[in-house]
């Protein structure tokens, strides 16, 4: 059995950038392998596996959880620094001097331009500049890195995950590889329990830029419920409380909303409390959780959607922070979910 922390620093430490998931999918698919029935990547470039039960007429259970994290994608060269585009939303605020790793062949390293204070003007510190106004130094002329870097390059923050504290991690595309990690380590939990259902896992691409690879993924695998796994919003000293008041290591959050079918949250809200494991409510009071579960819940006739979600801090950055608390906490109520069935 694969420990959750070093499995998922693993899964951390390979590129994953929107529309260039390769390296990653490859290892998920392996993991699946040695889990379920089947695994397979599908044109999309998503993970699919299933663990049949054997009984006609069963239904299908999905868990999703998508295997991309925000990068970038380079443009071109002017005297020799590059200029790059966004895949998907990194916080602009905290590109300057930041690490980048270009996925060019063989890999290079990059730092994001920026002006020492002693050279800013008066009020230049207050202002954050513009992702277009940037360039990554990657120490090359012109002609080497017109050469070696070519426009469409994808691109990572630098970094890997590490442990954090006594039982958290910290590094870069937590979100949302500790999704597919505590997917993984459900799978672990089940091991050869007999199962109602026929049981799907997606880990599933391009979630940073639209949800596009979960739509078609789910589409062809009908599903009849399913639920998406992904980072949300933990509280820090300086967060808004209406916009995060989970509590790092509070348990998994368990979203109400639209985008959820209700009678399946609930549901899994009563077998977090039947089974004694800690969880938090977390409040989507629009259609759009900004997950997975926007395209997967109006799939073909509609999909019993739920969203389960671990408190992550500094979002989209090259040091988030999750818990191995929650992120088991998830994976018990996963298994207790899958256990059930009948669950909707």
Known sequence: MIDTADMLIELCSLPGPPGFEEPVAHRVRELLESCMDEAWIDVLGNVIG??????????????????????????????????????????????????????????????????????????????????????IDVGLTQEEAVKCIPPGTPAVLSGSARRFGDNAICGRALDDRAGIATILSAMNKLGDCALDVDLYVMASVQEEVGAR???????????????????????????????????????VMISRGPNMNAAFTERLIDLASKNDISFQIDVEPGGDSGTNARVIQISRGGVATALLSFPT???????????????DSAAKLLKEAVKAGDIW
Request: hydrophobic share 35%.
């Open 313 to 327: 801090k500094y979002m989209h950055s090259a040091h988030e922070v999750a818990s191995l608390e929650d992120i």
């Open 213 to 251: 690879g979960a739509a078609p993924g789910v589409f062809e695998i009908e599903p009849d419920c399913c639920i998406v796994i992904d980072a949300g919003h933990a509280k820090t000293p300086d967060s808004k409380p209406t916009e995060a008041d989970a509590e790092l290591g509070g348990g």
């Open 50 to 135: 299933v663990r049949r039960c054997g009984k006609e007429g069963a239904r299908k259970l999905l868990l999703d959880a998508h295997i991309d994290e925000t990068g970038f994608i380079m443009l071109g060269a002017e005297e020799g620094f590059l200029r790059f585009g966004a895949l998907g939303t990194p916080d602009v605020r905290l590109l300057p001097t930041s690490g980048v790793t270009i996925l060019s062949n063989p890999p290079r390293y990059g730092v994001v331009c920026a002006v020492p204070p002693h050279l800013q003007k008066k009020g230049d510190a207050e202002k954050y500049e513009k992702l277009e106004d940037m360039f």
